[in-house]
């Protein structure tokens, strides 16, 4: 048998959608001894690449050709061929989410032997045998009953890699792996993607820069603005995969500092007295007590399920606290509704991000931040709409303004959630993961603009896995394991503790090494 042989052979292809080139004039061709990264920016059209390589769209019929070659056939159709490939992506995750289909852990991996989102029908004794084998392979025994739609965002994302490598796929499609992960977790997958190319899969992935690939990747072909800049192995396209991950030239983000917006310090801002949290049958917040105030910036850290997520939507009203337990927000002039409550904060977290409506522009996504709503109720007035036209050139993306939601990437639509978030001057910022899908360049602006913002005085929650993103201006940081608040305190004693706490004990910093 050939180890070389021709699998799929993109010809001069272009992708169009909603009238927007996504792709242009793509060449290249997968064989059966390779796996693949593709690197690019935020826009950069890596997910349409991986779309259109696995057959989910269809090249722009005007010019060019994918085909694909199967047991010694050449022919158009993805069909068969989809059928032996597996695929972790963020629109999946979406997917589920916006159209609440609530299947546990063990039947969304037993999707994956027939690539299809739902069971239409019921699973084999073998095939939920091989599930949980799958499960237990990455660990996640104890999500096999769970509910997706209760799970953590890297809980549900790695229940999603099981789906993917459940039935032993030909190829892989990896759409950023490891987004939404922590360490621990982020070691485990890979290592699991590892196992499954050495059993025989290829794999093409998608990414930002070449630290983030699977270490089985032996080929990169690098896009900029949909267009491939260069393609082959690591060595012999070095210096796009430099250019494709060089910061862009640092701007000076002027926010306009205005020293009588900055709040009295000390006043509560958030305050949480004995609160348990319960989603489904799993609690996932038990007993806490924290008080947040103005004048003060948190870091909440801890690992995948270890109930971040829960927390801040129990700051937004969208979780409330089991009986006994009590969340005042703002002091005295503590809102009553809902409503006035999303007035005066401002929510960052990948679960909102499905909620809204795709066939929308950018700017009109950005002015619904006003309303506190997921589209736009009226008409905006002219004022509003300078004001988020500011914001779009404050960050140097003017040309996302009139780009359907639709035709962007996962990275360019939070971006946009982000100033959505901004935009209203709300009272307290809670970021989830604010930078997960984010290039390097878009990174930099964001946590620019994100101290720019607490200079102003604006109060800030900010949850992440990484370290590396406990910022400057962070004077507080928490940390949870287990939906336990095991730590809370100044960012002065949190990084004592860092210096004499066991890393194997993985309690430090919620992230182990």
């Given at each position: 048998?050939?180890?070389?042989?021709?699998?799929?052979?993109?010809?001069?292809?272009?992708?169009?959608?909603?009238?927007?080139?996504?792709?242009?004039?793509?060449?290249?061709?997968?064989?059966?001894?390779?796996?693949?990264?593709?690197?690019?920016?935020?826009?950069?059209?890596?997910?349409?690449?991986?779309?259109?390589?696995?057959?989910?769209?269809?090249?722009?019929?005007?010019?060019?050709?994918?085909?694909?070659?199967?047991?010694?056939?050449?022919?158009?159709?993805?069909?068969?061929?989809?059928?032996?490939?597996?695929?972790?992506?963020?629109?999946?995750?979406?997917?589920?989410?916006?159209?609440?289909?609530?299947?546990?852990?063990?039947?969304?991996?037993?999707?994956?032997?027939?690539?299809?989102?739902?069971?239409?029908?019921?699973?084999?004794?073998?095939?939920?045998?091989?599930?949980?084998?799958?499960?237990?392979?990455?660990?996640?025994?104890?999500?096999?009953?769970?509910?997706?739609?209760?799970?953590?965002?890297?809980?549900?994302?790695?229940?999603?890699?099981?789906?993917?490598?459940?039935?032993?796929?030909?190829?892989?499609?990896?759409?950023?792996?490891?987004?939404?992960?922590?360490?621990?977790?982020?070691?485990a997958v890979m290592a699991t993607i590892e196992r499954s190319a050495s059993l025989g899969a290829q794999v093409i992935c998608a990414a930002h820069?070449?630290?983030?690939?699977?270490?089985?990747?032996?080929?990169?072909?690098?896009?900029?603005?949909?267009?491939?800049?260069?393609?082959?192995?690591?060595?012999?396209?070095?210096?796009?995969?430099?250019?494709?991950?060089?910061?862009?030239?640092?701007?000076?983000?002027?926010?306009?500092?205005n020293p009588e917006k900055q709040p009295a310090h000390g006043e509560p801002i958030v305050q949480i007295e004995n609160a348990d949290?319960?989603?489904?049958?799993?609690?996932?917040?038990?007993?806490?007590?924290?008080?947040?105030?103005?004048?003060?910036?948190?870091a909440v850290l801890g690992r995948n399920g270890s109930g971040k997520s829960s927390l801040l939507k129990l700051i937004a009203g969208d979780l409330r606290p089991v009986w006994g337990g009590t969340v005042r927000r703002f002091g005295q002039g503590n809102p009553k509704s809902l409503w006035e409550i999303r007035r005066l904060i401002g929510f960052v977290t990948p679960d909102l991000q499905y909620m809204h409506v795709f066939n929308q522009s950018g700017l009109e996504m950005v002015l619904s931040g006003f309303y506190g709503s997921t589209g736009l109720p009226e008409k905006p007035t002219h004022e509003l709409a300078a004001a988020a036209q500011y914001w779009f050139g404050l960050l140097g993306i003017p040309e996302l303004q009139g780009r359907e939601v639709r035709t962007l990437s996962h990275g360019q639509i939070r971006i946009l959630m982000i100033l959505r978030a901004v935009i209203s001057d709300p009272k307290i910022l809670l970021l989830d993961e604010p930078m997960s899908g984010l290039d390097a360049a878009a990174r930099s602006d964001l946590l620019s603009v994100i101290e720019n913002l607490i200079g102003m005085g604006k109060t800030m929650i900010y949850v992440s896995h990484r370290q590396l993103e406990v910022l400057p201006s962070i004077t507080h940081v928490a940390v949870l394991e287990k939906g336990q608040m095991v730590f809370q305190g100044p960012k002065s004693e949190w990084q004592e503790r860092e210096k004499t706490c066991l890393d194997k004990v993985g309690l430090c910093s919620g992230q182990p090494g």
């Open positions: 048998m050939e180890t070389d042989k021709m699998l799929i052979q993109l010809d001069d292809v272009s992708v169009k959608i909603a009238n927007a080139v996504i792709l242009s004039g793509i060449n290249w061709v997968l064989r059966s001894n390779e796996s693949w990264a593709v690197l690019g920016g935020n826009g950069a059209g890596k997910t349409t690449f991986l779309s259109l390589v696995r057959g989910d769209i269809w090249p722009d019929p005007t010019h060019g050709k994918r085909l694909y070659c199967d047991n010694g056939s050449v022919h158009e159709s993805p069909m068969s061929f989809r059928q032996t490939t597996g695929i972790v992506s963020p629109e999946l995750l979406d997917r589920y989410r916006k159209e609440r289909w609530n299947l546990s852990g063990l039947e969304v991996v037993c999707t994956g032997f027939r690539g299809t989102p739902l069971l239409y029908e019921e699973a084999t004794a073998i095939q939920l045998d091989q599930a949980h084998q799958t499960l237990t392979l990455l660990g996640l025994e104890e999500l096999s009953d769970r509910r997706i739609l209760g799970m953590s965002y890297g809980e549900a994302k790695k229940v999603l890699i099981a789906r993917a490598i459940v039935h032993k796929p030909r190829i892989l499609f990896l759409d950023e792996l490891d987004a939404g992960l922590d360490p621990a977790s982020r070691k820069d070449v630290e983030q690939v699977p270490s089985v990747v032996t080929r990169v072909l690098v896009l900029s603005s949909g267009r491939v800049t260069g393609q082959g192995s690591i060595e012999e396209v070095s210096s796009e995969i430099r250019n494709a991950s060089k910061l862009k030239p640092k701007r000076i983000l002027d926010l306009n500092h949290v319960c989603r489904g049958r799993k609690r996932v917040l038990k007993q806490i007590s924290w008080t947040v105030r103005a004048g003060e910036n948190w």
